[in-house]
DNA sequence: CGTGCCCTTGAGTACAATCAACGTTCGTGG
DNA sequence: CCACGAACGTTGATTGTACTCAAGGGCACG
């Protein structure tokens, strides 16, 4: 069931038997979701956490005057919300972005399990640490890239975690998420998100619609975004056994 | 030696004494930097960690044509590289913006204590998680907030989290950054920058200058920013104990 | 065959960048 | 003691990026 948390897992770290049994253990439970649902609210205090196996979500911050931003993008195997681990409620919503199916794990039996099996605890830890090296990559991009870098960059993060999970086909993979959805990821108008995913497209660097982007040349994509991939940690630095 | 931690520890959580005691025990080495000095190079290997005592000091991304993206402020009490201890090195800079006092620790010995005190672990993890929490508030305001608007949320924050640790005096605290810094945190331009600044000040909201803040109407100020503390978990969701 | 959602395009506006210059302060050295 | 340079803050003028407003097209769904 939860093979996808797992395959995240072993892009950074070995997993043994034993510890792979007990994750499966304590992620018994499966919970569906529809797209476009909020399904944390922030400040609700939580006892729970869910591991996202299918599908695509987002966290979100509203803000009064209704304008919206997306915090991040949490793709399958993704712990969507395990640092209410530790903080016991989320200080942003967490919407779907399209149907969802999520293994859930107790408060309760995480604390078990990370107490018994302390390496277990770094390597969950470590996946929140991601988290928020993800967010320092987006606030590069919204405040020193351009519209079309930005995008650029976005993308380019996509594809490598969507292959890490074996979750793309060849150069292409979905992206069930409305332009509406980009602008308010690089924090842009709708219609200037229009225009910049139209340079991308003059630029022959990728074909984007109907919820599938294909990227034509991830080299120069990359190029334009200054992406280096340093930051989701899939290199020597976080090879097998080094956060144990 | 390391009590500006502690009370930044235990604005969320109790902190038993043998808590206390472990943690000054491994906590037990000290070191000086000189401002304007990059202490942590991204990509390079660590093995030990730094919890900052006295001073300021900032995550930075630098970019090829020498733009510069300021990532995070860190605080006295903050533990500025403690991700290292789960990702093994950083993807960004550190950099001191004054003199630092820093104490260190071993990654083994982090290794040891979090083994024995899994409670210590979550509060260490919680620190962790508190600082993801502050980039997505940095991410909503390059996103979606007027200059103007990000820097009241800016100054908010920073107040806020200096009274947790007894560092203001009264409405003013020190904050020994230049324009050029403050701008690399908005993402804007320096002239921009001065003139929004000019702006708070114009409004009645605040004072800034000399490397002091002096926030006129906190009130107000808050509400130009939409600033919620919530994010910061000073509230009843993190009450004593509660992620123990 | 409407209706609504999403994408696209054009025209005018506003916020922020760039370029350039100048004042102030402070430390250094003649 | 004063000349000098460097770093920082401030201001004005111009350019450009991105926003807003508005309208129209394609497509799916009832």
Do not use: H, M
């Given at each position: 069931m939860i093979d996808v948390f797992l395959r995240k897992l072993r892009a950074r770290h070995a997993v043994s038997d034993e510890e792979e049994r007990v994750l499966r253990g304590i992620l018994n439970r499966e919970r569906r979701f529809e797209a476009r649902q909020t399904i944390v609210h922030p400040g609700v205090p939580l006892n729970e956490s869910m591991c996202l196996l299918e599908g695509f979500t987002g966290r979100v911050q509203m803000l009064k005057d209704g304008e919206r931003q997306l915090l991040e993008l949490n793709l399958a195997g993704d712990f969507v919300d395990l640092h209410a681990f530790v903080l016991k409620s989320l200080d942003h919503a967490l919407e779907t972005l399209s149907d969802c199916r999520m293994a859930i794990v107790s408060h309760a039996d995480l604390q078990t399990v990370t107490e018994q099996h302390p390496r277990l605890a770094r390597l969950l830890w470590f996946q929140t640490a991601l988290d928020a090296a993800i967010h320092r990559a987006w606030v590069t991009s919204l405040g020193r890239r351009t519209a079309m870098a930005a995008f650029a960059h976005l993308f380019c993060e996509i594809k490598t975690r969507l292959d890490i999970v074996g979750l793309t086909s060849g150069d292409g993979f979905p992206l069930p998420m409305t332009q509406c959805d980009l602008a308010d990821i690089a924090g842009l108008s709708a219609v200037h998100t229009n225009r910049s995913l139209q340079a991308l497209?003059?630029?022959?660097?990728?074909?984007?619609?109907?919820?599938?982007?294909?990227?034509?040349?991830?080299?120069?994509?990359?190029?334009?975004?200054?992406?280096?991939?340093?930051?989701?940690?899939?290199?020597?630095?976080?090879?097998?056994?080094?956060?144990?």
């Open positions: 497209r003059a630029a022959g660097l990728l074909k984007i619609g109907q919820g599938q982007v294909e990227i034509l040349d991830f080299a120069k994509l990359a190029k334009v975004a200054e992406f280096d991939p340093g930051y989701l940690f899939l290199g020597d630095n976080a090879a097998p056994g080094s956060a144990g």
